[in-house]
Nanobody
């Protein structure tokens, strides 16, 4: 079965930077898009960023636009999320996700993704 593994989480001071990584694999793993979601305690999982694997088109939530950058890695099914100017409200478990191309489902919707990693903790605190 397909699997996604995240890495790079940790503790960072406000205003600092951090970079997360995700690697996907599997005998039939061939997603159309990969992205990142996050979930803070007591809140629902929210969209952060996504990238298509054909044209490398990127998408960002308003809360992270201008501060975060999603990109493709060297390996085919890898992606990274570069985060800058981190704020305490960015604290959450960050999940890597991958999904097929669903024309009727927005890329910002969690149910548009078929595969999920276990998550990596990102904490921004002084």
């Amino acid at each position: 079965q397909a699997q996604l593994v995240e890495s790079g989480g940790g503790l960072v001071q406000p205003g600092g930077s951090l970079r997360l990584f995700c690697a996907g694999s599997g005998p039939t793993f061939d997603p159309y898009k990969m992205g990142w979601f996050r979930q803070a305690p007591g809140k629902e999982r929210e969209f952060v960023a996504a990238i298509t694997l054909r044209l490398n088109t990127t998408f960002y939530s308003d809360s992270v636009s201008g501060r975060f950058t999603i990109s493709r890695g060297v390996a085919r099914y890898t992606t990274s999320l570069e985060m800058h100017s981190l704020k305490p409200e960015d604290t959450a478990v960050y999940y890597c996700a991958a999904g097929r191309g669903y024309t009727s489902i927005p890329h910002t919707a969690a149910y548009a993704y078929d595969y999920w990693g276990k998550g990596t903790q990102v904490t921004i605190s002084s």
